[in-house]
């Protein structure tokens, strides 16, 4: 059979103006690829009902078999999605009083606590967030919204048929969940028919450039794997290289073997086989060996604590920090010696391995990791311009030291920095250190 | 003169598929609504050629002045803007030698440093980025790829005339600085015709919900103020709430008179009548008094000292910072008494307090922030709930402190404790402090 095709609209002023993010439209694509659905378009539109109008029609002259749209199904006046959708699929737009009973049940307690707003306006909101197209399946909500599943409309030859619409709300905290619903939804397993779901395989690499993967490519296929008959998507990210493969059962051996291939060639680079993130890894790694950990920050300012200190439960390893941002705090601190300052500079291999040696010392960890370098865009010289990083980790076994030329702006050097931070850790895991 | 109108089209399988944000759809949002244009919609299509051409068909089809695109310039076989906006445009397709001669002089330094990479291939690559619509005007590469300005096609009354095409580059570092040209390019202005640049005001608010607002707009109205004479947009990120509003010269007057209602209204709330953010206006204050800055994160984890170095020059003023994760950390490193740590728990006002002290203290600085607190999604208990939130700052005028409750996940309450730290220091440098 083939593959169905899908199209997501997004609806939102601020999201179309640029004052948010849309995070719907990559996440739903994400999930699409999982269901093996090919993901056409995502439309950005504001709240102008012209322009949701169009870019449903437009959808629909695609011949897709899908449409999904996130955002405006809140209460107030300008959120217009439903009613949109009910005359876009020619249906009548009706009261559901058995929902505006389930969603009055979700409100009335918050209604207590708004002030100055009359219970006459909360009705009527409640009201209008209970309208639904004849024939759709009401998803319940995880907000105040629900969504709706709207079957295709194909009973009159003198128009276009419409594609399966799924409404959901735009906020990412209902949408998602709300999701996990619609993935078992016998109006969406309709729409995409025989679309299986994709084993989805990730492989990380650091410190290969994207271009020597085109290389590998090539000669993968050489050597008789069938590269292309399955999908690869790549993407460079923070200085590592994220490899998704998405195969069918009959494809496996395919995918399977590509896998291999990578690990074969670039063996050193593929740092995860399983999908897990370097901040995972270094966690896991820490926890196994039974090791705290510390930082000493200088050009990353916090950064790199703060992405240790990112995931739940890493207060197990994680004891605290030093930002050294200033030569003071380095010498009060760390303990680093001043002689040491002035004889390399703050920026400098000898530096950072005494703001390493310090840290492990004064927060008493078992690891210490510390960063120094001039992330710009003022500060740097002939001899150590903007991007010039030094990165030492010491542990139990002995330390491990970096000495790194990034490129970017300020933000991207502090980002790099601190993502190769975290590979130095990952090799000190594993057992690497500098000869003495 | 009616408003002229634009479709963005975003092209690129990683932006489509979730693995890069789009920044450029956003991004020329912006600058579309500087310029007066009315922005329609965003859209966002992988490499596949017919989808591409679909999306233009569609703007074109709505009738828009403006059409811009963004990526698919490279050199490699997948990498077709250009030849599809020639198509779609029916302008024949040629190799511009003198631009071809101008490409070559930029990618002959670089080539040199490819290893494997034959000069016959680097040459057609060349080549193909050198490959222009007839009549289009060339836009000189930033990069390698050169953009592409290309008038509308409106000679032949048995096809739809197409409108002016503007072709970018995908990369934001190059997108972005040859926008710079296309502003004041002949065939952009005849595009948008009479538009007016417009004035763009951002009024930045904090502790106000933004249904508040809604409240203040119909009292405005109410007031006589022409609140829907002139556009204005809102947004809501990390806790505050931005409000921008675009004026011509003849809609000054309302604008003027809005933010003057909003100033009045929601003085206290108000910490940004000119635009500036709460990171600039804490680091500009504290530049003003001659006083240095530090930290003492729990919660926060290093975010608060990330962001206080997030700008360049910063280390005019941060000195750095201690992340106590630990209590052994707030002990040793802080001076935190244990027993006030066993006593109130490391997240209480006594244990902030003492935090911010210690860090003034040890850091050696004028001010010094300090945030404990209950990120979740673990730790939580009936007293002290996930999103408990202490933060305090001590400077040379006293000491101001806050209980907070906040709300969301880790992520958001991390988020949304370093944005109220850092309102706190902007009360304290006006002078707030907590009575003795």
Redesign the interface.
């Known amino acids: 059979m083939t593959t169905p095709r899908a199209i997501v609209v997004v609806t939102g002023?601020?999201v179309?103006?640029?004052?948010?993010?849309?995070a719907n439209?990559?996440?739903?694509?994400?999930r699409l690829?999982a269901l093996g659905v090919q993901?056409?378009?995502?439309?950005?539109?504001?709240d102008?009902p012209e322009?949701l109008r169009?870019?449903l029609e437009?959808a629909r002259d695609?011949g897709v078999e899908l449409l999904i749209t996130s955002g405006g199904l809140g209460p107030t006046e300008d959120d217009l999605t439903a009613q949109i959708v009910a005359e876009f699929t020619h249906r009548d737009f009706r009261l559901d009083e058995a929902l505006e009973g389930r969603i009055w049940k979700i409100i009335e307690p918050m209604s207590k606590r708004w002030k100055?707003i009359s219970q006459e306006a909360v009705r009527e909101a409640n009201r209008k967030q209970a309208m639904v197209p004849d024939g759709a399946a009401v998803l319940e909500p995880v907000g105040t919204a629900p969504g709706l599943v709207v079957p295709p409309t194909d009973d009159d030859p003198d128009r276009p048929p419409t594609p399966t619409v799924v409404v959901l709300p735009g906020p990412p905290p209902e949408l998602q969940p709300m999701w996990a619903t619609v993935e078992t939804h016998p109006g969406l397993l309709a729409a995409i028919g025989g679309a299986t779901s994709l084993h989805e395989s990730t492989v990380r690499l650091f410190g290969l450039p994207e271009s020597e993967l085109a290389?590998t490519m090539r000669d993968a296929r050489a050597a008789g794997v069938a590269v292309d008959s399955f999908e690869i998507?790549?993407?460079m990210?923070g200085g590592e290289l994220?490899v998704?493969s998405r195969w069918t059962p009959e494809q496996e051996e395919a995918g399977r073997a590509f896998e291999a291939f990578l690990v074969e060639r670039h063996g050193d680079a593929v740092f995860s086989p399983d999908g897990r993130t370097v901040d995972e890894l270094v966690l896991d790694g820490l926890r196994e060996r039974g090791w705290t950990v510390?930082?000493a920050?200088s050009c990353?300012?916090?950064?790199?604590?703060?992405?240790?200190?990112?995931l739940?439960?890493?207060?197990d390893v994680?004891?605290?920090?030093?930002?050294?941002?200033?030569n003071?705090?380095k010498e009060?601190?760390l303990g680093v010696d001043p002689a040491l300052l002035a004889a390399h500079g703050a920026v400098s291999p000898e530096v950072a391995a005494a703001m390493a040696a310090g840290a492990r010392e004064?927060?008493?960890v078992d690891v210490a990791i510390s960063t120094t370098g001039i992330a710009?865009?003022?500060g740097g010289t002939d001899d150590k311009p903007v991007g010039t990083v030094h990165v030492a980790v010491t542990g139990p076994e002995g330390t491990l030291s970096r000495h790194l030329r990034l490129p970017g702006d300020?933000?991207r050097v502090?980002e790099l920095t601190t993502t190769a931070a975290l590979h130095l850790v990952r090799r000190v895991l594993a057992g690497e250190h500098d000869a003495a």
Chains 1, 2 share one sequence.
């Open positions: 002023t601020e179309l103006g640029g004052w948010v993010a849309d439209g990559p996440w739903l694509a994400r690829g993901h056409v378009s995502t439309v950005v539109v504001g102008r322009d169009s870019a437009h695609q100055g290389n998507t790549t993407c990210r994220e998704v510390g930082t920050e990353t300012g916090g950064l790199l604590a703060g992405r240790l200190t990112r739940p439960g890493s207060s994680v004891e605290g920090g030093i930002v050294s941002y200033s003071a705090v009060q601190a004064r927060l008493g710009g865009p003022g300020r933000a502090r």
